[in-house]
């Protein structure tokens, strides 16, 4: 999973990524991608590479149980700007992912809470 997201994000690689780490059927349940296809989740990740030139990604923590892995990270559009907390679930089928979740949180105007969300 994580040569994936390294290849993917990190690198800005993502249809390598995909073709080597997803299968063909895979499913994105994120709202923002249409029809939810492999094809349309490259693309858009190929438009947002493409949008945030120099972004920085940082994984924080991974955990995996049975078919499914969970990666914390956090996601920066720009040097010096805010972050995004990233929370990733991929469900995997003979070692290809085949569905992936996602959950993001802007940076928050203000916080009561002394607690960073990483």
């Not at 993502?14 to 059927?25: D, G, K, L, N």
């Not at 990666?71 to 990733?88: C, K, N, Q, T």
């Amino acid at each position: 999973m994580l040569a994936f997201y390294n290849q993917a994000l990190i690198e800005q690689h993502p249809r390598p990524a995909f073709e080597r780490y997803a299968s063909r059927s895979f499913v994105e349940h994120k709202p923002d991608v249409p029809q939810g296809t492999r094809e349309a989740t490259i693309t858009f990740l190929e438009e947002l590479i493409a949008s945030t030139p120099r972004p920085r990604w940082e994984i924080l923590r991974t955990i995996a149980e049975g078919d499914m892995v969970f990666v914390h990270a956090r996601f920066s559009p720009a040097e010096g700007a805010a972050y995004y907390a990233i929370a990733d679930v991929f469900r995997l089928q003979d070692c290809l992912i085949v569905e992936h979740w996602d959950v993001v949180s802007g940076p928050p105007a203000s916080s009561e809470n002394p607690n960073d969300r990483f």
